[in-house]
């Protein structure tokens, strides 16, 4: 960066803190003291001038350096000089208030910085969205991925503040942070550059109810949904996207709403990996009827998932893609489970075996499970025909030791249901037995 690209920064930025889309969000991101509301308009823009200048104040070596980057740090170009050279809570999101001495370096009240600092944090500004009245600020260990989703949301960003100097008025807002988040990261097309940790803060710096909010996705979580977008699972990954999205309110239309709808399954990644198992079977196995009696029955199209109702969006490739890289399963283990899935799909289909169907969909605990692949594996063998699973595979699916079932067991089932599901719809099993399942599931 050059003594240039600042001041086209300190050029763009003076005007566009002016604009109602910016001014407000000023007092969520440095208080209302940034702009002190007395002031007069000249002192107002002749303070704001002054901040965005501060990368041509020539450092004083006598100050403590600067904290955060170690270089020789500035006296601030405040209007009143009195406050002296150190930042306070106005220049730096989350600070304690500035007659507070405890928890600052130096045993002085405020922060000794660098020029370049002071101009950094005034960037938030722009360069961080206000989104359900709080800023959301992005950190990665990559600095790819990071300035990757900077660089996204750059563009709606000026557009937004160009809007609203030309209308006077303050833009729509930005709601449901997570799904923003995930949407723009979706945005990248470089698949290198979207791995890494990435922690997603939310702060209100503002006097009235100053907040902190963090979310994290591990680099397992943005290493699969770079991965989802590669040819080999990309259809099946984009219709799990679409058919999570929230309900648009009455009257509006999906795109106008967009920017303050949930996606379920971006906001679900947050939940990772703890709640891998819930993420599998509701999004993958498309089983979610807990879900209807839950307050979220009316917004969460999952609430709608038909289990194998909805076999035409359950995809092993992408299942077992998120097996390895999300919860790391040893690909002996998925073998096993995959070969389990297509044995029984095989059974189900040479002998329309509806029975065998329901025993295995509608499995409750795990002596039910295995019960019902000791009884097929003996009717198969009576049959002439190989058992579902033999005994060294059941080992590697479903048991520690001797009889102790592994504690993911339920997790195992379901990933052999997804792969049994998905084999039933590719040989229209589902299809021609359309009917009938359906009469038999509401029986049931
Ligand atoms: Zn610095």
Redesign the pocket.
């Known amino acids: 960066m050059t003594p240039d690209d600042l001041e086209k920064f300190a050029k763009y930025a003076e005007q566009a803190y002016f604009t109602p889309a910016v001014s407000g969000y000023l007092t969520v991101l440095f208080t209302a003291n940034y702009i002190n509301p007395s002031w007069t308009a000249a002192n107002k823009h002749g303070h704001v001038a002054n901040i965005l200048r501060s990368f041509k104040v020539i450092p004083d070596s006598a100050l403590p350096p600067?904290?955060?980057?170690?270089?020789p740090?500035i006296h601030v170009p405040y209007i009143d000089a009195a406050r002296g050279s150190r930042a306070y809570r106005d220049l730096v999101p989350m600070l304690s208030g500035e007659r507070i001495a405890n928890f600052f370096p130096d045993g002085d009240r405020g922060l000794s910085?660098?020029?370049?600092?002071v101009v950094?944090l005034q960037a938030l500004a722009i360069g961080a969205p206000m989104c359900e009245g709080r800023a959301l600020i992005i950190f990665s260990d990559s600095p790819e991925l990071m300035m990757g989703i900077v660089n996204a949301w750059l563009p709606e960003q000026r557009k937004r503040i160009q809007l609203s100097q030309a209308t006077g008025e303050k833009p729509a807002k930005l709601a449901r942070p997570r799904s923003r988040l995930i949407e723009k990261m979706e945005e990248l097309q470089e698949q290198r550059a979207q791995q890494g940790r990435l922690t997603m803060y939310l702060l209100s710096n503002s006097g009235q109810g100053p907040s902190v909010e963090i979310h994290e996705l591990p680099a397992t979580i943005t290493s699969f949904t770079a991965r989802a977008k590669a040819q080999k699972y990309r259809e099946a990954w984009k219709d799990l996207v679409q058919r999570a999205w929230e309900r648009p309110s009455k009257d509006a239309s999906f795109e106008d709403d967009r920017p303050r709808l949930r996606n379920y399954l971006y906001e679900d990644l947050f939940s990772l990996p703890d709640q891998a198992g819930r993420f599998i079977r509701v999004h993958f196995l498309r089983k979610a009827r807990q879900l209807r009696a839950s307050k979220q029955a009316e917004t969460n199209p999952a609430a709608l998932f038909g289990g194998w109702r909805d076999a035409q969006s359950v995809s092993w490739n992408l299942t077992e893609l998120f097996a390895k890289e999300v919860i790391a399963m040893e690909k002996q283990r998925i073998d096993s489970i995959k070969q389990l899935g297509d044995r029984l799909a095989e059974e189900i289909v040479a002998t329309n075996d509806r029975n065998l169907w329901w025993s295995t969909y509608a499995a409750q605990g795990y002596p039910g499970i295995r019960n019902a692949l000791i009884r097929q594996s003996r009717k198969s063998i009576a049959d002439g025909r190989q058992p579902v699973i033999s005994f060294d595979h059941f080992l590697t699916v479903f048991e520690e030791g001797e009889e102790l079932a592994r504690v993911d067991w339920r997790l195992a089932w379901d990933l052999v249901l997804i792969r049994l599901i998905e084999q039933l719809h590719a040989k229209k099993w589902f299809e021609q037995n359309k009917k009938v399942l359906e009469s038999e599931e509401e029986k049931a």
């Open positions: 600067c904290s955060y980057c170690g270089r740090s910085l660098c020029a370049l600092c950094a």
